[in-house]
Nanobody, 118 residues
Framework: QVQLVESGGGLVQAGGSLRLSCAASGSIFSISRMGWYRQAPGKQRELVAGIASGGTTTYADSVKGRFTISRDNAKNTVTMYLQMNSLKPEDTAVYYC??????????WGQGTQVTVSS
């Protein structure tokens, strides 16, 4: 099992910045990939950014150059971050942390609201 705790959402004006955090604990040795997804009202959940165990990153075209995903490996926890700069109203959504263990077992965080005002 993997436990996920998200933090860092909030309300920000367009052009501002926020940093999301996702702390993973439990069976972290078996994590192969981590990522951030978001879901806006009336839309499907979409991948925003992902990071593999080796550090390779991927980004949705809509956030390239503005968002940065990173991870910090400690002894008993792995913390993933999403630095979001130059935020736009269309970035407004609930952001979810996602972890994939070996065997393609997925875990989701509780979600954190990001609201960008124009």
């Amino acid at each position: 099992q993997v436990q996920l705790v998200e933090s860092g959402g909030g309300l920000v004006q367009a052009g501002g910045s926020l940093r999301l955090s996702c702390a993973a604990s439990g069976s972290i040795f078996s994590i192969s990939r981590m990522g951030w997804y978001r879901q806006a009202p009336g839309k499907q959940r979409e991948l925003v950014a992902g990071i593999a165990s080796g550090g390779t990153t991927t980004y949705a075209d809509s956030v390239k150059g503005r968002f940065t995903i990173s991870r910090d490996n400690a002894k008993n926890t792995v913390t993933m971050y999403l630095q979001m700069n130059s935020l736009k109203p269309e970035d407004t959504a609930v952001y979810y942390c996602n972890v994939i263990r070996i065997g393609e077992i997925r875990y989701w965080g509780q979600g954190t609201q990001v609201t960008v005002s124009s």
